[in-house]
Each structure stands twice: as C-alpha cells, then as structure tokens.
C-alpha cells in the first residue's frame, strides 16, 4: 500500500512538472511571435535573506537557493535569443553586511564561476563582468578570470555579472578617464559630450538595459545603472523572492514589456 502511494505521488509530480513545462514553452513560443523582445534584461536579484528567514533557515541558505534560479533564467534567455543579462550580484554597499555572510556569498560566487563554467560555454554564453573587480577577493578573481577567459569567444547570450558595483562608483571611475584624458590633452573638456561619458562606463560594448526586474517588493533602484536606465521599462515582483523566481516569472515580465508602448521622451 505504501508503495501504490510512494509510486502514485512520484506520478503526479512528473505529471504537473510536464504540464509546467508544456505552459512554459506555449509562453516562450508566444513571446517569440510577439517579438520586440528586450535586447538587453537587468534584474536586482532581492530577497535571499527574507526567503531564509520565513523558512526558519539561516540567511546565508537563501543565497545557495538563489543559484537554481540563476540558472533558470540563464538558460531562458539563451533560448529566447536575448543578447544581454545583467545580474546585480554583488554592490558595493554589501560589504556592510555580517562579515560571515559576505565570506559565504563570496564562497558561493567562487564555486559558481567554477562549477557553471562548462555548461555557459556549451551553450555559448560569454561571462562578462562590470563594477569593480580589483576589491574582490583573490580567489573569486582568479576563478573569474578564468570563466572569462574560456568563454571570451562565445556569441550567445552575454551574462554580465555586476560585482562589487555600484553606479555612483562607475560614474567616479569614468568621470576620472574623462579628467586624464582631459589632462594629457586627448580631450578637450569644453568638447565632452554624453557619448564620452557613454563610452568611459564599464558598459561601453554593452546597449543599455530595455527592461528591469526586481524581485521581492522593493521598489527602488539600488544604485544600480543609474546612467543607464533612464528609459528603461521597470517590472517590480511584490510577492516573489529570488529564491523563488523562475522562468514563468521572466516570460510574464517579458509579455509585460511587450505590451508596454516606449516613447523615449518624445510623443
């Protein structure tokens, strides 16, 4: 008898898992038809900790969980056809954090950068990363330079990770370029325009973000692209944490772009 259970729930679960994934392809299939899909998708990837936390497990726990997600929307937007997804992974006001959670958050971006790495390059994801990456720790940079390095050539999706970034930072590091530019007499300042600017921010090969999403009920920017995303169409998720974002939850943001009508200002 407890077999027939064991075997009948074991059942039912691969029967809903492939109803799932007969609605997740029906949705993809339909944002494809639809087109004026986002050329470039940011996400602010919140809510670890309180995901943890409403599960009685420690905090650092949310941001282990957070990986599958990660992964999820990976390989979505690779078979979307989308060109870039920027993962606010790391700011740098977390440093602020408890120096245990910030150790284990740097332990788990090492492992992923390691263990990841064959699957992004087989399915033709170049690794990029923007903020800056000289105050991260040296194994996490040695493990980082390695995964851009094996997918340096890859023309899929590219996965740009934003570590130790913030943008009021970006906006001092490429208004210093500017001022020695200025200084050896490449530019003259009274000739800078906003295409210099453009083109001294760490996302200079980078077109900027079409569409933003952030998780978990927060609605504010984070200090993250400020430069950026001044026309960029904004998708805030109240009752979703990270942890529990999947693709279904990408493709519905995405629709919602779609329907949305950019003026850029004008009209």
Not at 105 to 124: G, K, Y
Not at 176 to 195: F, H, M, P, S, T
Request: charged content about 30%; proline content about 3%; aromatic content about 8%.
């Amino acid at each position: 008898m407890h077999s027939e259970k064991s075997d009948r729930k074991v059942t039912d679960i691969k029967t809903e898992k492939n109803q799932n994934n007969q609605k997740d392809e029906k949705l993809r299939k339909n944002l494809l038809a639809n087109g004026n899909l986002p050329r470039h998708i940011a996400i602010i990837m919140d809510g670890d900790r309180r995901w943890a936390v409403e599960r009685k497990l420690p905090k650092t726990d949310g941001h282990k969980y957070g990986r599958e997600s990660v992964r999820d929307v990976v390989r979505a937007c690779g078979q979307l056809g989308i060109e870039v997804l920027t993962l606010y992974t790391f700011s740098t006001e977390n440093w602020s954090r408890p120096k245990a959670e910030v150790a284990t958050l740097m332990h788990w971006l090492r492992e992923s950068l390691l263990t990841e790495i064959t699957e992004l390059d087989q399915n033709n994801v170049r690794l990029n990363a923007i903020g800056r990456i000289d105050g991260l720790p040296t194994t996490v940079r040695v493990a980082l330079k390695s995964a851009l390095e094996k997918t340096k050539t890859n023309s899929g999706l590219i996965l740009n990770l934003a570590l130790n970034y913030g943008g009021r930072s970006e906006l001092v590091d490429a208004f210093r370029c500017l001022a020695q530019k200025v200084k050896i007499g490449e530019l003259d300042a009274k000739n800078i325009e906003e295409k210099h600017i453009q083109e001294s921010l760490y996302t200079a090969d980078l077109p900027d973000p079409d569409l933003l999403i952030r998780t978990s009920g927060e609605m504010r920017m984070s200090n993250f692209l400020p430069w950026q995303m001044v026309y960029t169409e904004i998708y805030f998720i109240s009752d979703i944490h990270w942890p529990d974002f999947r693709r279904q939850h990408l493709y519905e943001s995405i629709a919602t772009f779609q329907r949305r009508k950019r003026r850029f200002g004008g009209e």
